[in-house]
């Protein structure tokens, strides 16, 4: 049974950190390429970052550039994301995807809110 479990939301100031775990079961994580999106209250949902394979290389979306990193532990089968310098704009539900097509799965989200 394949498995995306998401976990180190919560509420922060603006300006503070988080890091959001995934973990993963049930299938070969390695060999997937890993991502988080957000879906921000009444928008659509939208890539933040994703980590590839081999050598794990990385991309991010323009917003959260020189604040977020995304990196994963394969022995531990989990994807980090990594959150700085966090802003009212990053309240979000914040998802976990593992893709290697035609295969895709999706966590169900944890909730990071910025506020004062």
């Known amino acids: 049974q394949v498995q995306l479990v998401e976990s180190g939301g919560g509420l922060v100031q603006p300006g503070g950190s988080l890091r959001l775990s995934c973990a993963a079961s049930g299938f070969s994580f390695s060999r997937y390429v890993m991502s988080w999106y957000r879906q921000p209250p009444g928008k659509e949902r939208e890539l933040v970052a994703s980590i590839s394979l081999p050598g794990g290389s990385t991309n991010y979306a323009d917003s959260v550039k020189g604040r977020f990193t995304i990196s994963r532990d394969n022995s531990k089968n989990t994807v980090y994301l990594q959150m700085n310098s966090l802003k009212p704009e990053d309240t979000a539900v914040y998802y976990c995807?593992?893709?290697?097509?035609?295969?895709?799965?999706w966590g169900q989200g944890t909730q990071v809110t910025v506020s004062s």
């Open positions: 995807k593992a893709w290697n097509p035609p295969s895709i799965w």
